[in-house]
T-cell receptor, first 113, second 111 residues
Framework: NAGVMQNPRHLVRRRGQEARLRCSPM?????VYWYRQLPEEGLKFMVY????????ESGMPKERFSAEFPKEGPSILRIQQVVRGDSAAYFC???????????FGPGTRLLVL | AQSVTQLDSQVPVFEEAPVELRCNYS??????LFWYVQYPNQGLQLLLK??????LVKGINGFEAEFNKSQTSFHLRKPSVHISDTAEYFC?????????FGKGTMLLVSP
C-alpha cells in the first residue's frame, strides 16, 4: 500500500529555469494539497486540487506558480522562472475527502542557484 | 480564520525524561487538531489527531495529546522519551479544507 509519492526528491535549478514537481496521491485519494516549507518556518498551504479542478489556490503566489491535477497522472506543481527565494521543501498531501486526514509525501527539496 | 502557536521552538530533554510540547490554536470552524512529526530530510508523519469524542488522544510511538477547549490548547506529551524521538513536531488545525500549521518545535533528546 504505497503512500504519497513525490518526485524528484531533490531538484537543483538555476535562476530563470522552470521547476516541475510531481505528486502521486495515495491509492483511493482524489484530493491533493501542496504546501511549502521555508527554512525555520512551518508549512504554508499553497493549493488544494481535486481531479481536474482547483478548489482553493489562496496560498499560491500570483505569478510564476501553477498547479494541476489531471484526470490521468500525477499532480504537478510548476514554478516558472525560478528565483533564489523559491528554494524550499515542497510537500504534497492527499486525502480521501475534503475533511479527511491528510497524508504527506516525502517532499521535494528545491534549490535555486 | 485559523492559527496555531507553538510556544517553544526547541525543547532539549534527556533520554527517559517526560516531555510536553505546547500548542495553542484559534479556529472559527469546527476544531480538528493534528500533531505531525518530521524526521530530518523526511516528510511529515501523522502522530495523532483529535476529531471529536474523548479529549485525551493516544497516538503512535507512545505519544498522547489532550484537547482543552477552554484553554484552546492541544499539548503533546510523552512520559519517557527516546533518542529516536529527536525530530521536529508540528501542531496543525484543520480549517474548511486545508491545514494551518504552527512553526514547529524541535525536540532534542540527549543521552
Amino acid at each position: 500500500n504505497a503512500g504519497v509519492m513525490q518526485n524528484p526528491r531533490h531538484l537543483v535549478r538555476r535562476r530563470g529555469q522552470e521547476a516541475r514537481l510531481r505528486c502521486s496521491p495515495m491509492k483511493g485519494h482524489s484530493h491533493v494539497y501542496w504546501y511549502r516549507q521555508l527554512p525555520e518556518e512551518g508549512l504554508k498551504f499553497m493549493v488544494y486540487l481535486q481531479k481536474e479542478n482547483i478548489i482553493d489556490e489562496s496560498g499560491m503566489p500570483k505569478e510564476r506558480f501553477s498547479a494541476e491535477f489531471p484526470k490521468e497522472g500525477p499532480s504537478i506543481l510548476r514554478i516558472q522562472q525560478v528565483v533564489r527565494g523559491d528554494s524550499a521543501a515542497y510537500f504534497c498531501a492527499s486525502s480521501q475527502g475534503e475533511q479527511e486526514t491528510q497524508y504527506f509525501g516525502p517532499g521535494t527539496r528545491l534549490l535555486v542557484l | 480564520a485559523q492559527s496555531v502557536t507553538q510556544l517553544d521552538s526547541q525543547v532539549p530533554v534527556f533520554e527517559e525524561a517526560p516531555v510536553e510540547l505546547r500548542c495553542n490554536y484559534s479556529s472559527s470552524v469546527s476544531v480538528y487538531l493534528f500533531w505531525y512529526v518530521q524526521y530530518p530530510n523526511q516528510g511529515l508523519q501523522l502522530l495523532l489527531k483529535y476529531l471529536s469524542g474523548s479529549t485525551l488522544v493516544k497516538g503512535i510511538n507512545g505519544f498522547e495529546a489532550e484537547f482543552n477547549k477552554s484553554q484552546t490548547s492541544f499539548h503533546l506529551r510523552k512520559p519517557s522519551v527516546h533518542i529516536s524521538d529527536t525530530a521536529e513536531y508540528f501542531c496543525a488545525v484543520h480549517g474548511y479544507s486545508t491545514l494551518t500549521f504552527g512553526k514547529g518545535t524541535m525536540l532534542l533528546v540527549s543521552p
